[in-house]
């Protein structure tokens, strides 16, 4: 059975870093991209970044861009997200993906979520 289980979220002021993880077991995906998305109350899940199944092409929303980086160690077949310099509209449920294809087409593995709130 193929889990991802995301850590790293919390309640952080304006400014602030945090450090999202992403561990997948059941199988590995060294050979796929992956992704972190994004959900508030109400709104659709939407692309925050990607990144390709070697780590050497990464994309990221233009609101996002510049603050937050991705990562990937294909031999803990883990993902990261570095948020830097948070902002209270950064506040929402983060996903990670699995087999992510693109900003338009994610795959169809999903962790279960970690909140991040950002106070102002």
């Known amino acids: 059975q193929v889990q991802l289980v995301e850590s790293g979220g919390g309640l952080v002021q304006a400014g602030s870093s945090l450090k999202l993880s992403c561990a997948a077991s059941g199988r590995t995906f060294s050979r796929s991209g992956m992704g972190w998305f994004r959900q508030t109350g109400g709104k659709e899940r939407e692309f925050v970044a990607g990144i390709s199944w070697s780590g050497g092409s990464t994309y990221y929303a233009d609101v996002v861009a510049g603050r937050f980086t991705i990562s990937r160690d294909n031999a803990k077949n883990t993902v990261y997200l570095q948020m830097n310099s948070l902002k209270p509209e950064d506040t929402a449920v983060y996903y990670c993906?699995?087999?992510?294809?693109?900003?338009?087409?994610?795959?169809?593995?999903w962790g279960q979520g970690t909140q991040v709130t950002v106070s102002s």
């Open positions: 993906n699995g087999d992510w294809k693109s900003s338009d087409y994610a795959g169809k593995y």
